[in-house]
């Protein structure tokens, strides 16, 4: 089978293949057509009223052209639905909605020949970059202030005068003030439509100037220092709330290249990690990340929660309960809590399931809702505490109303690659429920 994924990265988007036969992950270079900087009065005029899926679909379909002329001269006589598996790299935060929504924007480009198609997977971004890395260890055992009308009206400028920043310094910064070389910064040449987007008085200085910025050593340092101090601080906060010992720590993405961000993080983290990587073609990474989590589709064997999971449910009030958490009912003093069914930070298994046996809260109950929630905390003991969000609810039927609260419920959430199943066994008829919801590590 050919494995094809496909990244929509603002740095690096496009695919890279392979072949489970010959499993070399190749990532693609060559783009029929390729134009540079159009000017505005060249570019096609776009619908006042284009919606996002259109245009995504739009995207994919001009792309999958390009991904099946690439296969089949590279196969001949491949059958594109049959024996092509598209494994799609997306965002961390991508919930059930917005996956169903990709899969039918996969369908009307013409990449699936159903939007339930079984010849799709979904994987994170992070976890792709995270295999990627692993392939990577064992082989080893900018920002200028800019109005948003220019980003509005004019993004192919834009993005060259972007381009053209971080060829000159985005790489070569090193932080060392004895390294740096100022540079000019020619707006008439790199992004002359950005004239029209000054006020008077900054249009009269820049004339002044020939419409040239010199960037020194302080514009270029105070330009980096706050991505890169957002990026240590997070890195920080990763390893403070990890369990376990860190053992590499893997820069990818486009500014993983920059010599400065590599020099702060080795100077920050260098006596507590023992390795710091980068790794080749990181801007590649998740792409090509992807690519092999579909060659392998085992590679992910456990993941560490960053949620605490568990469901509501009642008991006998107690002194000093929540009036705000009594179960609004005159015959029973009840009232609902937090139960706990796995703790942040577990690492858990590829669909290991974690169980709970209930009973009715009442002896006449005809339904059951079990409410999941889950927490940033370790611990919690109410559903309305701060840090609680519910993650969603599973509805049961309860018949055998004569058995009263004889009746057995077990129920569970079973961590699968990318969803979370919650699941409920009446255990006295053995009928079984269950539903599908977004796993976010």
Request: aromatic letters at 10%; charged letters at 30%.
């Amino acid at each position: 089978m050919d494995i094809r994924a496909i990244d929509f990265g603002t740095t690096f988007s496009g695919f890279a293949y392979a072949n489970r036969v010959d499993p070399e992950i190749i990532t693609n270079d060559v783009w029929p057509q390729q134009i540079g900087n159009i000017p505005q009065n060249e570019k096609p005029l776009l619908p006042h009223q284009l919606s996002y899926e259109k245009s995504i679909s739009d995207y994919l379909r001009e792309l999958g052209k390009l991904i099946k002329e690439t296969i089949s001269t590279r196969w001949h006589g491949i059958k594109f639905f049959e024996h092509v598996l598209l494994v799609i790299s997306i965002p961390a935060e991508f919930d059930d909605r917005a996956k169903d929504t990709m899969r039918q924007c996969l369908y009307d480009a013409g990449l699936t020949d159903s939007k339930k198609s079984n010849k799709v997977e979904f994987t994170t971004e992070p976890e792709a970059a995270a295999i990627y890395c692993m392939r990577n260890l064992k082989a080893q055992n900018e920002i200028i202030p800019i109005d948003d009308l220019l980003k509005e009206n004019n993004y192919g400028q834009l993005q060259y005068m972007i381009q053209q920043f971080c060829q000159k310094s985005k790489f070569h910064f090193t932080g060392d003030r004895n390294d740096f070389n100022s540079f000019e910064f020619d707006i008439e040449e790199i992004c002359p439509v950005l004239k029209q987007y000054c006020k008077d008085e900054i249009k009269e200085k820049m004339e002044d100037n020939d419409w040239i910025i010199d960037i020194n050593f302080e514009d270029l340092k105070s330009m980096f220092d706050p991505v890169v101090g957002k990026i240590i601080r997070l890195i920080r906060g990763q390893l403070n709330s990890s369990k376990d010992k860190c053992s590499a720590i893997f820069l990818v993405g486009g500014f993983s290249e920059s010599k400065y961000l590599q020099m702060r993080v080795k100077e920050e983290f260098g006596k507590l990690v023992p390795a710091i990587i980068v790794p080749k073609q990181p801007i590649a990474a998740i792409v090509r990340g992807a690519c092999d989590y579909g060659l392998e589709m085992n590679t992910i064997s456990d993941r560490t929660l960053k949620y605490t999971y568990g469901i509501k449910i009642v008991r006998y009030r107690k002194e000093g309960d929540p009036i705000s958490q009594k179960v609004p009912s005159d015959d029973y003093n009840y009232t609902y809590i937090f139960h706990r069914l796995v703790t942040r930070g577990t690492r858990v298994g590829v669909d290991e399931e974690f169980r709970t046996v209930r009973t009715p809260a009442e002896p006449n109950q005809t339904e059951g809702k079990f409410y999941i929630y889950k927490t940033t905390e370790l611990s919690a003991g109410f559903c309305n505490e701060p840090s609680m969000k519910l993650h969603g609810t599973l509805t049961i039927d309860l018949p055998d109303v004569h058995l009263g609260l004889n009746r057995k419920i077990e129920f569970s959430l079973i961590f699968g690659k990318m969803e979370l199943i919650a699941k409920a066994k009446n255990l006295q008829n053995g009928r079984i429920y269950d539903t599908s919801l977004d796993l976010d590590f």
